[in-house]
């Protein structure tokens, strides 16, 4: 199983639109992040988490050419709004299914008001079809084992998704109790921390490291970085076992 992360930057992406620090004018390719997603290529199938806002880009630069399923973690913007350009990987005969929460769905239906009402022939619409899930009850797809759990966003309750030895977690500033079971054992975790200083719906670095102490994963990436946050700089200050991820890294791992 191949992990590719699509974009590991958070809601504003970097650089910044109209800000001239030190990270959104660096020359060092690793401090471009488009907002969050990975894309899994199993043996048995390709799935993305979100659908970020830079979806079309991300895929073309990529190379992705078939998606058998979108798992969505939240309905914000940064994590959703790329979902129109999904258009070319769908098929007429079997529409591409979007795994989220109740809410998420919710809330993507009325922002995609017009994917479920199309009015008129041409132009087209994504062809998606709508699954409820919840935390903490695993599902398939096409025999892919994957385990959605419950973290909180601010006081949102959004999901993370686990897949094998593999878990992701993004957009998080607290993990409950009865989460923690679901993540023993795993060889790589990606989390979302924004920068240093503590925010009141993301993990800070300093609060993720205490995550990863907890969980003990054998290497920890870290995604949903904000432009407080220099790529190379970072790197130095982490302990071994946590990285920050970019855009464009690729891990391979066995298939669940
Ligand atoms: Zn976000
Ligand atoms: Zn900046
Ligand atoms: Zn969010």
Redesign the pocket.
Known sequence: MRVIFLGTGTSHG???VG???????STDEHNRRTRASIWIQAKLGSIVIDTATEFRLQAVRAGLKHLDAILLTHPHADHLHGLDDVRPLCKEENPIPVFGSELTLEELSRRFDYIFHPRQKGGGVPNLSLKTISGGTPFRIHGIPIVPFTVKHGKLDILGYRIGTFAYITDCSFIPEQTFPLLEGLKILVLGALRKRPHPTHFSIPEALKVVERVKPQMTYLTHLC??VDHEAIKKELPEWVAPSFDGLVLDLEDP
């Open positions: 970097i650089p910044v800000c001239d620090c030190p990270v959104c004018t432009h407080e």
